[in-house]
């Protein structure tokens, strides 16, 4: 229940928190939404000794568009992802994710950043960041630099972030109207977190046929990865539910598929074809 | 008695202070110079203690001491009431010395000025650990090669015990079909939301030891706690403030109760513990662990001869207060609401290293009714009869009460067609039955369930209780009319401070606002026993009517006085004692209570003031009843299930209060439908918990719920004067296999004759990957 | 580390150590102790509060985070010696009974009849998912806020 003491800092610039990272090294954490790092702390199964709270740093919590993507800020919390017009209209995807994340408290602390930097391999953003093509923007001591979601989550909690990086925004691709995206999660009964989820993005011709397609798959293995078989038997093919579902086998072939007391690797991969599968065909039938 | 209170759906009294935020919970409770209290809990299921190195725990700042199972030698055992024949009762120390049983159990306590360094002193405490193998599995446990949970036995069977009604053999022979089935029902986490807590506060110079304990027995307590302590009873306080839930979980006496007053006056400091979840999971008493064998003779048109329940009960690593007697309840209950002349059932405890299992909202019946419920489904499975006929072939008739069972009990009272028509009528369960055909031909699963239940209640008779079974209360009509109850039942949510004060309000003419009803406090209320068992407004309650009646009697004696008149002219209603043939002539309650205190103008022999204790000895339990009726949907494509209705219609006697009625079934069938469908307390093959926290446990939550449609019928007790029967644990025993017979019966085209608890989506799903028959 | 912070309209300021958990300044230093503590994984909701008007889990935030904020507890919704609709409409419907739940429960409802307020049964049940109760069944708590949405309205 009680957190090891800790040093508390709260600097007001990106460029202060990195500092600061870099003087205290491993023993130093960020602390954005605390929704990941607190209960840890809490049960003291993570004692950082220092803590560098990102909080006062106002840039971090703007939702802006570049180009043609949206730049969500890391400290942008679920909540606002959910109900931010902007991302409701321009890339639902992301929003029907953040609102299938933990519950309204949680909700009003988690950020985005906080989440896709822990890369829970049972957390929504990342399949949704996978399906988007997503990209993660990064700076540290050696200044910024940009990393695909495909590169991004690596393993179990690791990511492409070096010690002392801070992972600043995510850009998601503004996504065509014609597009459709859809995700759907199975909870994991206690934790609410998934036990699979998957996230799609299909776009189709006026015949019908798949012109794009990306599936990101989240709680099957150890990190999200994209069911790339899936996307390759379906691209150019008419989206019927029969050609989906048979596509939507083997969506974790080469995934080494977590087998624990909530669910077994047989009940995992069954469900993320299942997941899949719906997901894709609610897109689908989204696309115009 | 005027019915003004009596029945009415009265928004309960002890909300306002809940719902503002302004109650006390233990840890709610402030004194000055309150120290807190952290414990070294084991990490090993079975281990040997070579050593316990506190030295750098004791030289961090603000840590006053840290005491070890040596500095505690002086504590009794933590008790168990059970007395039952040949049971080996293990020594059961406050704090563990040479040996760990259980993952949990506690090892050394901290005491600091803040609770932040009391943990962190916990965490610099080193235990070393020689691990020895861990006993799991109850049929492990029981096996001859078995590793010894306590080695001064010669094996880890505490005790066997048997029930025999009848002849159960001769019924056998006579059966057209024996039916067989091994039944398990999971050990379950109470998870009442509030944790237990303790603050124990010595004064040295009254040696007056008061503990504020989350608890549902604060008499027990306390005479338990000074016999561990070595106390006079009565320098011993026990105070139950606000209870946030029990379900049995807290109708205990710990080892932390006795430990806090101990070190409080060691130290002659106040100190506090509050249970963190974890700790909730690890080493407060869990519920059910029965893996059992059910066999029932049968005839072909459904009747059930006589059945036999031959079981293993995990009882943990030791016993706590009714660990050995929560199986004896199993039996009691075995032939359920129906005409089963023949029974036997076999119990043997055997000892694991986990926590101990004890009461947890049902306390065996539910065990009980599960088997008996399911036996009834597969009855009809077998001869391809409706289980509702099967049910109906087999109830006991209204004709027949008070009936008494092969178990050996006397049901009160009964009418149990009653509420089966209407949870029938209600859920038009013949439309579900159609509808459930017409769906299977789509590939769609629908299954009904239903119970027939009854269950026992007002716990109970003192010859059959391990601590007495009576209830007390003291009523006392202060000098200006109101009234003040002192209940010795101990309410944590059932709501008995309004229902007390309905009953006394309607038999004493007053207003609800004017009866206080006080409870949990040893230093202010009589003797009493406590809450479970559904006993305090069936017991509890009547104890307050007798309380009533004493002081009626004696007003009547002081009314006719003050009016001049004998005794027998006399009569009282409505708050007014008056002439019965001049009703002009009379005088007030308020006014008698008044001048029985100033006491000028008494009769002859009278004695002053008006106050009435009774102890209420009941001369039976009661034995509610109902029927349940559960429509579900399971999706083959994820083996979730959905569902679409549940009826429960209930008899629970006279109602006191309708809203407190409803709000027991409701919690009751939710606290089922997480038995049926989600929860199971998993240990790995070494012992960890492995679902020890929210995060892997799932309770049901808002989401996970249907709406419930209540119904009922009331057929009131004979037992005591009220007719009230109990509510307490109803919905908990009948939804349980009103659920899983719903769902059984859903896959029914899987073959599916049985699943064993919680019906987790994995599971059955993976029956559903079959093809259908 | 001194923090200034607004709990109920009143002002806070103390010298806490940084890893103080917000639930333990509001119950210990604040002595607000209708916020409750039932869980240390953010499970249970029973310490859910306000905070800049949405409802968090306090017992998952420091202290020192909240500097300079403004908080909610239950005790803070009464007004003038009144009952707030929703805590009226819990105690109506029977939406509690030992009680422990019932701040966190009402300061979820709170929260959600602002963000919606007509919710449909459904939308009630989700807006609950971060509460957890073991007494009610819910369908009482449901009945409740269903029932403040009217009075509120
Ligand atoms: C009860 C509960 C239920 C939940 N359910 C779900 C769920 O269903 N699905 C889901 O996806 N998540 C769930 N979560 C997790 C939640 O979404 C967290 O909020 C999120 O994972 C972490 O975000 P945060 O802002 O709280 O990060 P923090 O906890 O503050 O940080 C998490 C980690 O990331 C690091 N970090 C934080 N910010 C940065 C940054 N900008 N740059 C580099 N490193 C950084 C921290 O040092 C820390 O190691 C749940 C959490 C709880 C408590
Ligand atoms: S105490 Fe359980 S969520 Fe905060
Ligand atoms: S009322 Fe007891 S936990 Fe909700």
Redesign the pocket.
Known sequence: MIPEAFEYFAPSSIQEAISLARRYGGDA???????????MMKLRL?APKYIID?AGIGE?TQISEEGDSLKIG??VT?KAIETSDEIQSRCRLLAEAAF????PQ?RS???I???V??A?P????PAALLALDAEVRIEGPSGGRSVRASDFFVDLFTTA?QQG????AIHVPVLAHNVGTAYKKL?QQA????LVSAAAVVAKDEGGKCTHIAVGISGVGPKAFRASKVEESLLGKTLTEKNITNASHHVTASVDVQNDIHASAEYRSAMADLFAKNAIWVAANRAE | MAQKYLGQAIKRTEDPKLVSGLGHFVDDIKLPDLHNVCFVRSIHAHARIRGVDTSLAAALPGVVKVFTGEDCRGIGSIPCASSLQGLKVPHHPVLARNKVRYVGEPIVAVVADSLYRARDAAEAVSVDYEPLPAVVDPEQAAAPNSTFVHEEFSDNVAYVWSLVGGDVDQAFKDADRVIKQRMIHQRLVPAAMEPRGVIARFLPGEKELTLWSSTQIPHLMRTQVAIMLGLFENRVRVIAPEVGGGFGSKLNVYGEEALLGFISMQLQKPVKWIETRRENFTATIQGRGQVGDVEIAVKSDGRVLGIRYTVLADLGAYLQLLTPAIPTLTGLMLTGAYRIPNVRMDVTGVFTNKVATDAYRGAGRPEATYIIERAMDLAALEFDLDPVDVRRVNLVSKREFPYATATGLSYDSGNYEAPLKKALKISQYPRWRRHQVKERKKGRYVGVGVSTYVEICALGPSPAMPAGGWESATVRIEPTGKITILTGVSPHGQGQETSFAQIAADMLGVALEDVLVLHGDTGVVQYGIGTFGSRATAVGGTAVYGAIQKILKKGMLLAAHLLGVSRREVQFRDGKFFLKNDPTKSISLQDLALASYTARKLPPDFEPGLAAIYFYEPTNFTFPFGTHVCVVEVARETGTIKILQYVAVDDCGTIVNPLLVEGQIHGGVVQALGQAFMEEAVYDEIGQLITGEF?DYAIPRAGDVPWMQLDRTETPSPVNPLGIKGVGEAGTIGATPALVNAVVDALRPFGVRHVDMPLRPEKIWKLMQKETS | MEITLTINDRTFKADVEPRLLLVHFIRENACLTGTHIGCE???CGACTILLDGKAV?SC?LLAVQARGKRLTTVEGLMKNGRLHPIQEAFWEEHGLQCGYCTPGMIMAAYHLLQENPNPSDEQIRRGLE?NLCRCTGYQNIVKAIQSAAAKLA
């Open positions: 954490k960020f602390l954005s939404g605390g929704h990941s790092l607190l209960p993570a990102l971090l890391a400290l679920h299938e994340i933990g519950d949680v602390c988690g950020t950043g906080g989440s930097a822990h829970d049972a957390a929504d953003y972030l990086e801070l992972l600043v909870r934790s609410g977190f998934a | 995060t | 994984t953010t499970t889990k998952t971060g």
